[in-house]
T-cell receptor, first 117, second 114 residues
Framework: AQSVTQLGSHVSVSEGALVLLRCNYS??????LFWYVQYPNQGLQLLLK??????LVKGINGFEAEFKKSETSFHLTKPSAHMSDAAEYFC???????????????FGRGTQLTVWP | NAGVMQNPRHLVRRRGQEARLRCSPM?????VYWYRQLPEEGLKFMVY????????ESGMPKERFSAEFPKEGPSILRIQQVVRGDSAAYFC????????????FGQGTRLTVV
């Protein structure tokens, strides 16, 4: 079974500071991993994804994430926060196993990022 | 190429009424997933459909909820006899393959039961 834990439901940073959003996953098979961003009353937009290629993944808006199998982590980072980064961020895992749950996304509870001027 | 289209964006229903939520996948996508987002929670899988087939409905409540994806037209999530606990945001996602290395999400339907 797959599951995702996002540590910290709320993270606050100053504009220009490092952003670090934590995600740990549990998966019995090699996973696909995703980070999505959700702005108020909007749908989910894909930031980046890991699909078993390079372990350091670069996404849109300057975000990147590193897949660490030994730590079962996929933390999201951005060197310098911008006011427009304020949103809710979701980590998700999908199974690459060709079983009944293939394609299903399992989401964490989300982390609300606040950026102070 | 339009994205995933969901309508209505907001839906208010009285207890006991029916709610119909529509999802048109991206052009060329034949795999549709429905998710529900409750306040302060992440998205929870409900059902996975391909054209004319329900593949996995293990995340859907056994009663009052149904889904379809006909040969022509959008996918429909139907909730009969709505209750207050059904109030949530319902999201549809579509992908070109089941492996789902990139699912595209609609903007959601926010259902409020009064």
């Amino acid at each position: 079974a797959q599951s995702v834990t996002q540590l910290g439901s709320h993270v606050s940073v100053s504009e220009g500071a490092l952003v670090l959003l934590r995600c740990n996953y549990s998966s019995s098979v090699p996973p696909y991993l995703f980070w999505y961003v959700q702005y108020p009353n909007q749908g989910l937009q894909l930031l980046l994804k890991y699909t078993s290629a390079a372990t350091l993944v670069k996404g849109i808006n300057g975000f990147e994430a590193e897949f660490k199998k030994s730590e079962t982590s996929f933390h999201l980072t951005k060197p310098s926060a911008h006011m427009s980064d304020a949103a809710e961020y979701f980590c998700a895992v999908s199974s690459a196993d060709r079983g009944s749950t293939l394609g299903r996304l399992y989401f964490g509870r989300g982390t609300q990022l606040t950026v102070w001027p | 190429n339009a994205g995933v289209m969901q309508n209505p964006r907001h839906l208010v229903r009285r207890r006991g009424q029916e709610a119909r939520l529509r999802c048109s996948p991206m052009k060329g996508h034949s795999h549709v997933y429905w998710y529900r987002q409750l306040p302060e929670e992440g998205l929870k899988f409900m059902v996975y459909l391909q054209k004319e087939n329900i593949i996995d409905e293990s995340g859907m409540p056994k009663e009052r909820f149904s889904a379809e994806f006909p040969k022509e037209g959008p996918s429909i999530l139907r909730i009969q006899q709505v209750v207050r606990g059904d109030s949530a945001a319902y999201f549809c996602a579509s992908s070109i393959r089941r492996e789902n290395t990139e699912a595209f999400f609609g903007q959601g339907t926010r259902l409020t039961v009064v």
